[in-house]
């Protein structure tokens, strides 16, 4: 069974700093470039950023380019994104995800990210 567990979430202040990781199972790691994607409130998915197989290249939304920092460790199935200057538009869930050749898309239940003062 694919499992995805996201974890680090938490309330913070605007410009303070939050690593999430999202531990995984159930399948090859290594096999597959991963996602981290978000949903702010009463808002739709966006994607924020992803990583390649091996963690040699990584793609970021530009809003979060030089502020977020994605990474994999694959003997410890873990992928993170350091969040770093953390602003009030970046509250919501935060998602890991991969996709499978077809289509078909794997998704933790999220870990929620609340910035404010």
């Known amino acids: 069974e694919v499992k995805l567990v996201e974890s680090g979430g938490g309330l913070v202040q605007p410009g303070w700093s939050l690593r999430l990781s999202c531990e995984v199972s159930?399948?090859?790691?290594?096999?597959?470039?991963m996602n981290w994607v978000r949903q702010a409130p009463g808002k739709g998915l966006e994607w924020i950023s992803g990583?390649?197989?091996?963690?040699?290249?990584?793609y970021y939304a530009e809003s979060m380019k030089g502020r977020f920092t994605i990474s994999r460790d694959i003997r410890s199935n873990l992928l993170f994104l350091q969040m770093n200057n953390l602003k009030p538009e970046d509250t919501g869930v935060y998602y890991c995800?991969?996709?499978?050749?077809?289509?078909?898309?794997?998704w933790g239940k999220g870990t929620w990210v609340n910035v404010s003062s």
């Open positions: 990583i390649s197989w091996n963690g040699d290249v990584s």
């Open positions: 995800n991969f996709a499978r050749v077809g289509g078909i898309n794997y």
């Open positions: 159930g399948f090859t790691f290594d096999d597959y470039a």
